[in-house]
């Protein structure tokens, strides 16, 4: 079974611009979580989809937002980029039973700088 | 909130040497734990887990056990090797029955030499 997959690998922006990053869940994960990975703040939770709706959503500007297709894919966007939004973006898809969320697993993924 | 404290790192090792990694953890209810490894350039892979206390997550000769009392969750590993050189975050689910968002530790390095 494929594992998650996200796209791009590597992003240069500069400050003012907007990106959106797409990431692919694992066959049967409904679940799709977003994370930031910076050297200053670590990990951070996003925000996550399930069933195309926000479920859960961290303490994130409004910049950042993000949406979940019929397929479970899901995307992120970033508007307006500032320098502070460099790092590496994370997406993790889970399976999904009833009420239960089960273990996330992660992507490889998309390192965005921002200049 | 909840947080994850994780010791500070980097940590140094020879091969064949035994690994201890602690973490211990603020929650309200019963989190589910875990510990993900990322190796450079990479994301992460989840490493191990447990549910609830008292139980023994292992995988690829690592181990920890989920400890209610002392609220810990150290890693541990009997003989390390140089492809074990990576960064090792301890995470806990924030949401009961519900693992979609996890709050994660600061990461320690983990360097082995030969």
């Known amino acids: 079974k494929a594992g998650v997959t996200q796209t791009p690998r590597y992003l240069i922006k500069t400050r003012g611009q907007q990106v959106t990053l797409s990431c692919s869940p694992i066959?049967?994960?409904?679940?799709v979580s977003w994370y930031q990975q910076t050297p200053g703040q670590g990990l951070q939770f996003l925000f996550e989809?399930?069933?195309?709706?926000?479920?859960n959503k961290g303490n994130f500007p409004g910049r950042f937002s993000g949406r979940q297709f019929s397929n479970s894919r899901s995307e992120m966007n970033v508007s307006t980029l500032e320098l502070g939004d460099s790092a590496l973006y994370l997406c993790?898809?889970?399976?999904?039973?009833?009420?239960?969320?089960?273990?996330?697993?992660f992507g490889p993924g998309t390192r965005l700088t921002v200049l | 909130g909840n947080s994850v404290t994780q010791m500070e790192g980097p940590v140094t090792l020879s091969e064949e040497a035994f690994l201890t990694i602690n973490c211990t953890y603020t929650?309200?209810?019963?989190?589910?734990l875990f510990w993900y490894v990322q190796y450079p350039g990479e994301g992460l892979q989840l490493l191990l887990k447990a549910t609830k206390a008292d139980d023994k997550g292992s995988n690829k000769g690592f181990e920890a056990t989920y400890r209610k009392e002392t609220t810990s969750f150290h890693l541990e590993k009997g003989s390390v090797q140089v492809s074990d050189s990576a960064v090792y975050f301890c995470a806990l689910s924030d949401l009961a029955g519900a693992n979609s968002k996890l709050t994660f530790g600061k990461g320690i390095t983990l360097s082995v030499r030969p």
């Open positions: 066959s049967g994960h409904r679940s």
């Open positions: 989809y399930f069933s195309e709706t926000q479920r």
């Open positions: 929650a309200t209810g019963y989190p589910s």
């Open positions: 993790a898809s889970s399976w999904v039973a009833g009420a239960h969320t089960d273990t996330q697993y």
